[in-house]
């Protein structure tokens, strides 16, 4: 048997590592749930350029309308608006790994065709960019779905809420974060949740 100082110490580190590890814990489960949403204009919430004068600044866009809904479902959640005006597909592969940190639990992708044709990006490039990025999130194991703008037209009164025929009013990005609401939480819910 061991002296008594011996067994104090040992049931001490015990005793010590047990309350370490369950902060630690306790840590990692208080942080918000992360998501991203990644894009161009009507992510971010409005284009550049005097051409593009409609939309809405990003504490208007989808995504901080999106977190708003998840928080009044009592869903701990953070959503980063990710979108950058004019960006085409490619670039938004060039930045993911950057602008998708450790750690987040679900990505949505909203690919900017219209960009891409504005820049001379191929359809075929396009589309091995948007395969690279899909690829990229399933091997870090991320919940992420894509957006096609052809999916625009099955979400009632999407279309009609855009005020320069482009780019969404602050109706518009209300009606398209209802829309995603319930696949968001099927994918926090630990589906994956893809096309």
């Keep these: 048997m061991g002296s008594k100082?011996?067994?104090?110490?040992?049931?001490a580190l015990v005793v010590g590592l047990l309350t370490g590890s369950l902060a630690i814990f306790g840590e990692a489960h208080a942080k918000p749930a992360l998501i991203v949403a990644i894009g161009a204009d009507n992510v971010y919430g409005h284009g550049t350029g005097r051409r593009n004068t409609g939309g809405v600044e990003p504490n208007e866009a989808f995504p901080a309308q999106l977190e708003t809904l998840l928080r009044a479902r009592g869903v701990d959640a953070h959503v980063v608006n990710a979108g950058i005006p004019r960006e085409n597909t490619c670039e938004m592969l060039v930045r993911l790994d950057s602008?998708?940190?450790?750690?987040?639990?679900?990505?949505?992708?909203?690919?900017?065709?219209?960009?891409?044709?504005?820049?001379?990006?191929s359809k075929a490039e396009e589309r091995s960019c948007m395969y690279k990025i899909e690829a990229r999130l399933r091997a870090r194991h991320i919940a992420f779905?894509?957006?096609?703008?052809?999916?625009?037209?099955?979400?009632?009164?999407?279309?009609?809420?855009?005020d320069d025929g482009h780019h969404w009013t602050v109706k518009g990005h209300a009606i398209v974060a209802h829309y995603l609401l319930p696949r968001v939480l099927a994918g926090l819910g630990g589906h994956t949740s893809n096309r």
């Design 145 to 162: 779905f894509v957006l096609k703008h052809r999916e625009f037209k099955r979400i009632p009164g999407a279309l009609a809420q855009r």
């Design 5 to 11: 100082p011996q067994r104090f110490y040992t049931q």
């Design 99 to 121: 602008t998708v940190p450790e750690g987040t639990r679900m990505v949505i992708v909203l690919p900017s065709y219209g960009n891409d044709k504005k820049s001379g990006v």
